[in-house]
């Protein structure tokens, strides 16, 4: 009798064992699956195929009419030659500085100084939440009401003494005004996200700290800043696409005027497209602001992991 030897037998065949595998796993994630796919369905039709013809779009000249015909990179010229889209990029840049400044911290601190408190804590979250959930048509007639010449704001300016400011008509003050009243609508949602991660926080981390005599800004400095900067960042990135992207109160409000001192990029976009219907050049500006603010998230994820490291 001969006998076998393992030169006579090939490789284990591991190929059912990997079907099996993957047979119980698409059955066990199958109703995960199935109800993710609508969600993915609905991610991909109304934000990747508007990117895809975005980028299209932006080597044709758009005719409903007549057809569309390609135009190679002429949008792009049109785009770049116009002098307002310069006058639009200065007005972004700073709409989003002035967020930066006058906005980003505001939530921040309402969530240390919520955190804080003894009592009334639930009564505070929902008064500073209130302003997010007020429409926008009330918000900016609200406003409107505040910042015109005989609202409240000047009304008690004049009580002091001062003379009296022209919030909307004024070029210096018109920006200003519209990240204040967009920073007292918006920073609610911001603060009860800050407020989640700092109530995360180990509360023996700050009883070990007041045993060491550390007052509220040590604390402050030591525990709730560092253990937050993570969000922060995220936040960070998340509020600069958002103001980059900021058209509807400067429309809304005052149409990019005074003397277009509000015309941000965004609302050259809008305008481009839907009052003058240049849909290709509108295009072209939307793909140059799609490979801005992907190099501005690329850049800003590469400094907090150098960061972090």
Known sequence: MEQSTPAMYGPPDTAPKQKSRLARGTRKYFWGLLFLLPAVAIFILFLWVPIVKGFVYSFYHIDFVKGDSFVGFDNYKTALSDGDVWIAVKNTLYYMFLALVIGFWVPIMFAIAISELRRFQGFVRV???????????????????????VGPINFAITKLGLEPVAFMTNTK???????????????????????AAVLSIPRDWYEAAEIDGAGVWNRIRYITLPSISKLVGLLLILQIIATSQGYQSQYAMLDGGPNKATLTFSLHIVKNAFTQLNYGVASALGVLMFIALGAIGILQYRLQRKGEN
Do not use: C, H, K
């Open 127 to 149: 008064a500073a939440y209130l302003p997010n959930v007020l429409p926008l048509v009330v918000l900016y007639g609200l406003w409107r009401w505040f910042y015109d010449s």
């Open 173 to 195: 003050w018109s920006m200003i005004s519209l990240v204040i009243m967009e920073t007292w609508q918006s920073f609610g949602s911001a603060m009860l996200i800050y407020l």
